[in-house]
């Protein structure tokens, strides 16, 4: 038996984050798993392949990601669901998944669908955090109206912040001039950090103000870290490898 993960985002995101998480965590227990995507940032995190690359055998257990596949022939298909309205779920047919992986009760509820479900939240890097005193403050995540970007900076800067730094690549190009280049003056544009304990110790806080969040893997890797964190609370559910091991052998079984 193998698990294949196909995705149809491999790039930054949280969703990549689980899934090359999730890939390692079986890989180190036993399981021969393989993530495919169709990009090419989580080729040197975990035991992984282009999306083009992956075959389908009557053996495997399938989970799938933010793409809707064909009749597969599968031992067993998962849904691995980690959006909202970027997947809505009520508007799409669920008849071939055998079960749906959530990330947050919160989530389940938001698509409100009738299927068979299991909710288990992502690894969470335990990451060293040393206040660096600096004086700036950091906004994680894309660049775009649903992170609401220029709200936490705002609010980083009306918290007496000399700058803030923005972690993530611009997705919304006419968000970005309209609400974010009037900020120009005290901000500082990094793009996406792989290394993050070197993104989380150039900061003495973290500023987040996203319209919805899933799961809130930025907010549970400040929680970790004690990283001071403001802005949109979901509380997440935070989990040992152990445990999520052990949802994920009950899904896979």
Known sequence: ?????????????????????LTNLLNENGYDCTFYGPHEWHLDKCKSAHIQDCRLDPEDILI?????????????????????????????????????????????????????????????????????????????????????????IKMALEDGYDKVVLFGKVTDPGYFEKYVQPFANQIEIRDHVDDKEAMYGSVE???????????????AECKLAGVPYRGTENNPKILPDEEILKLWKKVLQ
């Open 64 to 152: 799938s990601h933010f793409i809707q596949l064909p009749p597969s022939g599968v031992k067993k298909h998962i849904l691995s669901c980690h959006e909202t309205n970027l997947f809505p779920l009520r508007f799409m047919p669920t008849e071939g998944f055998d079960e749906v992986q959530f990330v947050s009760i919160s989530q389940k509820e938001w698509h409100g669908v009738d299927v068979s479900c299991s909710i288990i939240p992502p690894r969470v890097d335990k990451i060293s955090w040393i206040n660096p005193k600096n004086n700036v403050a950091g906004v994680i995540g894309s660049i775009d109206d649903h992170k609401q970007t220029h709200k936490a």
């Open 1 to 21: 038996m193998k698990v294949k993960i196909v995705s149809g985002w491999s790039n930054p995101g949280g969703s990549t984050l689980h899934h090359i998480g």
């Open 205 to 219: 806080a973290v500023y987040h103000t996203s319209i919805r969040e899933t799961y809130g893997l930025v907010e």
